[in-house]
Every structure is written in structure tokens, then in C-alpha cells.
């Protein structure tokens, strides 16, 4: 189970000045938000840029794209679907899994 993100480096991470209800990660000094915001290779910078990126380029919220990587006899096909199509059909592919995906609902 993933916990929040703690806010500082603060009591009880920056949340409340009294006793959270549910713990708090006791690493959080090293990985709070107001120290990953001066971190330019921190995730959470990370995550503004990608955020950033998908905000200003139009090809990255809609429609589809795919990268095919391959080493010895496996192969692996990245497909990042924005289109409401459940599937994708991609020229060459036989036969394929989900190995990830971000709908929980769906095996991978």
C-alpha cells in the first residue's frame, strides 16, 4: 500500500500537529515535498515536467502511440493509448499479454 507524501520534514510530516491516524513512513525526512521541489531529479520533478509536457503537446492526449524493444527472442511492444478504444491494433503483433497497465481493472 503506498502512503501519502509527506508535506516537510516537520512533526508528523507537515500533516497535523496531532497524531496522524495512520502511520507515517519513518523515511519521510528524506523524501518530503518541500525538499523534492528543490530537487531537479527528484520524481516529483519529474512528474511536473511529464505533466508540463502532456499539457502543451496535443499528440501526447490524444490518439496513440508504440515503441517496439527487443533483445535475443523477446519482444516487447510500449503502447500508450488516449483514444476511448479499449484495445489497440498493432501491424505485426500475433499474439500479445498485458504485462502493465494502468487501469486497475485490467490484468498486467
Known amino acids: ?4 507524501v509527506p ?3 516537520s512533526l508528523n510530516a507537515g500533516f497535523s500537529w496531532a497524531r ?3 502511520p507515517i513512513d519513518p523515511n519521510y525526512e528524506e523524501r518530503y ?3 523534492l521541489q528543490n530537487d531537479e531529479r527528484s520524481i516529483l520533478s ?6 508540463k509536457l502532456r499539457s502543451e503537446c496535443r499528440s501526447l492526449r490524444v490518439g496513440a502511440a508504440r515503441v517496439k524493444r527487443t533483445h535475443e527472442s523477446e519482444r ?6 488516449w483514444t476511448e478504444q479499449l484495445s489497440l491494433q498493432i501491424p505485426g503483433l ?3 499479454d498485458t504485462l502493465l497497465s494502468t487501469f ?3 490484468k498486467g
Not at 500500500?1 to 501519502?4: E, F, R, V, Y
Request: aromatic share 10%.
Open 104 to 106: 486497475m481493472d485490467r
Open 20 to 22: 496522524p491516524w495512520l
Open 76 to 81: 516487447i511492444v510500449a503502447a500508450l493509448n
Open 94 to 96: 500475433l499474439v500479445s
Open 33 to 35: 515535498v518541500t525538499r
Open 7 to 9: 508535506w516537510d520534514n
Open 1 to 4: 500500500m503506498a502512503d501519502a
Open 46 to 51: 519529474l512528474y511536473q515536467r511529464l505533466i
